[in-house]
Structures are given as C-alpha cells and as structure tokens.
C-alpha cells in the first residue's frame, strides 16, 4: 500500500509521516519518500537515522539537508505490494505536480492540516 500524507507548511504532515511509517514497520517492510520540493525546513530526511533503527528504507532529494536549494529527484520509484510506501509531499499546486510523475495503482492520500496554524485556521 501507498499512504500520501500531504498538507500545508506546518501542518505536521512529516511527522505523522514519520511515525505512519514507524507503526507499519512493525508489520510489513517500510520505505518512505521525502517528495516535499516546497518547503526545505522540514525534511524527512532529518529522521534517516531513526529509520535506520526500524529498518525503514528511505528515498529523498539527495541534495536535502545540505546548502544547496535543487529539487532535483534522483530515483525511481516503483510500487511493491507487499511493502508499504510512505510519502511525504508538499500540499500546494508544487507539490501536486511532483505526484504527477508518478502512476500509483493503490493509494490512500491524507491531507493534514493544523487549525492552530495561522495560515490554516478556517
């Protein structure tokens, strides 16, 4: 299965991401998909090594958490039905078209928001 999480900066989308992934690797094999090109700040990539003790794979921008703005993507990725994917994605028109490269045949997409954002608060 593919989870989506999407959702405005600052909604805490990376997070449920995050522990999305942690509880399903409990019961299956993990890999989870930093393809937030939008916000820099927040990166899935901040808990590689807390995947690494879970043994969830991960697939992100390889230029993310170093000095370099490039959203540039540098992998395949491929649906596996009996693994788990988890993607974390950026909610604007941005970050909708990184989805667009991809043909996803299961899915299930989650768009967080976080009423106690002032951006989000209506």
Do not use: C, W
Not at 33 to 58: G, P, Q
Not at 81 to 88: E, G, L, R, S
Not at 95 to 108: N, T
């Amino acid at each position: 299965m593919t989870y989506i999480i999407t959702g405005h900066y600052g909604s805490g989308k990376t997070n449920i991401a995050v522990n999305l992934a942690i509880e399903k690797s409990k019961e299956t094999e993990v890999t989870v998909v930093d393809l937030d090109i939008v916000n820099y700040y927040f990166r899935t990539a901040d808990f590689k090594e807390l995947f690494s003790k879970h043994n969830i794979k991960f697939q992100g921008i390889s230029y993310a958490n170093s000095n370099l703005d490039i959203p540039s993507i540098n992998f395949e990725l491929t649906e596996n039905a009996k693994n788990t994917t988890v993607i974390d994605v950026g909610g604007d028109d941005e970050g909708a078209k990184v989805l667009g490269m991809f043909d996803f045949k299961q899915y299930e997409m989650y768009y967080v928001f976080n009423m106690y954002r002032y951006m989000t608060k209506t």
